[in-house]
């Protein structure tokens, strides 16, 4: 596996996980709250006011979300530290940027699972190809982003993992 880094950093991020979903009254959210605007809880660095209290007031929809590290590479790979608080324009680009790395991060996430398969020769050069595909080796650039087709990449990920069920069913029966 090549070094993306899908460990969450919120300290690195300008909270966009706070800023990018609606989210209504339920069992996870105490709030409802627009798509695009941020959390009243958010405070001036990007923190949040009741972070250690989160459960209790009524916001386990955050404890169950990750980012897979999408968030801090859109907010300091892509936009270099941009604040969409400072300039309100860039609050839509950095939530489709978010949206489509967090769906990157998403795959990656799955084929690094996949790797520990007892994979063929064939199937891993297929892995890594994959994985190529979704790991520039580079920082990601808005443009990149837009122009990456997410609905081929999807397919070509959601189709190699599934010829893996013969490799799934001999690996769990040999464990």
């Known amino acids: 596996m090549s070094g993306l880094d899908l460990k969450a950093d919120c300290s690195r991020c300008a909270a966009l996980c706070c800023m990018?979903?609606?989210?209504?009254?339920?069992?996870?959210?105490?709030?409802?709250?627009?798509?695009?605007?941020?959390?009243?809880?958010?405070?001036?660095?990007?923190?949040?006011?009741i972070h250690a209290d989160r459960l209790a007031k009524g916001f386990a929809g955050c404890l169950k979300f990750d980012c897979l590290g999408a968030g801090q590479r859109v907010s300091q790979d892509v936009f270099k530290g941009a604040d969409w608080r400072v300039d309100p324009t860039l609050g839509p680009r950095m939530i489709e940027a978010?949206?489509?790395?967090?769906?990157?991060?998403?795959?990656?996430?799955?084929?690094?699972?996949?790797?520990?398969?007892?994979?063929?020769?064939d199937q891993e050069r297929q892995r890594q190809d994959l994985i190529a595909r979704l790991d520039p080796g580079?920082?990601?650039?808005?443009?990149?982003?837009?122009?990456?087709?997410?609905?081929?990449?999807?397919?070509?990920?959601?189709g190699f993992l599934s010829a893996l069920k013969d490799v799934v069913k001999t690996g769990a029966t040999q464990g």
Do not use: M
Request: net charge negative.
């Open 20 to 49: 990018a979903f609606e989210f209504e009254p339920s069992p996870d959210f105490a709030i409802s709250k627009p798509a695009g605007a941020g959390c009243t809880h958010l405070n001036a660095e990007f923190g949040c006011k």
């Open 98 to 121: 978010f949206r489509i790395l967090r769906e990157v991060h998403r795959l990656y996430e799955l084929l690094d699972v996949a790797g520990r398969l007892p994979l063929g020769a």
């Open 138 to 158: 580079t920082a990601w650039t808005e443009p990149d982003l837009l122009r990456l087709d997410e609905r081929a990449l999807q397919s070509a990920v959601t």
